[in-house]
């Protein structure tokens, strides 16, 4: 059974940093791009990062480019996003997501952050 | 920056038909945007529903399918049931590794 269980959120300071994870398991991790999708509290969907499966290809939405770092762990089936100087704007629920152009279900309950001081 | 449009809301009565669009600010969709539809209700992670524009998700029954209309890409849900009143979001690839959803479409079944 695919199941991708996300982990890390929590409350943050503007300003602060959180490391997020995601720790997959029933298929081969190693062979799929990954992605990280977020919510903003009744907003909608926001792809946020993806990472090839070798990690060797990365890509990131405007809007968090230079702050957010993408990575995986390929022997431990683990995708991580290191968030740094976090804004009100980043709070949402944080998923993982396996390749968007492939039969990607299921989805990970997500984990969520929350920006505030 | 290219805008992925879905219309906010849509209304369909029950066993009916309703068609869901997710086009594009500028230009039309293909194949080669890789269309995917999501479902979701408050609350719960997105479920996947079609992929690739019309390949549909293990276990999603066959009254939804998408297909490209035109200039945009679809969701059709036929035989419309009372819990296909949530959320639909569409995603395209933009190309060089970007990926851009749409900002939903809220159907209301009655």
């Known amino acids: 059974e695919v199941q991708l269980v996300e982990s890390g959120g929590g409350l943050v300071e503007p300003g602060g940093s959180l490391r997020l994870s995601c720790a997959a398991s029933g298929f081969a991790f190693n062979y799929y791009n990954m992605n990280w999708v977020r919510q903003a509290p009744g907003r909608g969907l926001e792809w946020v990062s993806s990472i090839s499966s070798s990690g060797s290809y990365i890509y990131y939405a405007e809007s968090v480019k230079g702050r957010f770092t993408i990575s995986r762990d390929n022997a431990k089936s683990s995708l991580f996003l290191q968030m740094n100087s976090l804004r009100a704007e980043d709070a949402a629920v944080y998923y993982c997501?396996?390749?968007?152009?492939?039969?990607?279900?299921?989805w990970g309950q997500g984990t969520q952050v929350t920006v505030s001081s | 920056q290219t805008v992925v449009t879905q219309e906010p809301s849509s209304s369909v009565s029950p066993g009916g038909t309703v068609i869901l669009t997710c086009g594009l600010s500028?230009?039309?969709?293909?194949?080669?945007?890789?269309p995917s539809w999501y479902q979701q209700t408050p609350g719960q992670a997105p479920r996947t529903l079609i992929y690739?524009?019309?390949s549909r998700s293990s276990g999603v029954p066959d009254r939804f399918s998408g297909s490209i209309l035109g200039s945009k890409a679809a969701l059709t849900i036929t035989g419309a049931q009372a819990d296909d009143e949530c959320d639909y979001y569409c995603?395209?690839?933009?190309?060089?590794?970007?990926?851009?959803f749409g900002g939903g479409t809220k159907l209301t079944v009655l």
């Open positions: 995603v395209l690839y933009m190309g060089g590794g970007i990926w851009v």
């Open positions: 500028s230009g039309s969709v293909s194949p080669n945007f890789y």
């Open positions: 690739s524009t019309d």
């Open positions: 997501a396996r390749d968007l152009a492939l039969d990607n279900r299921p």
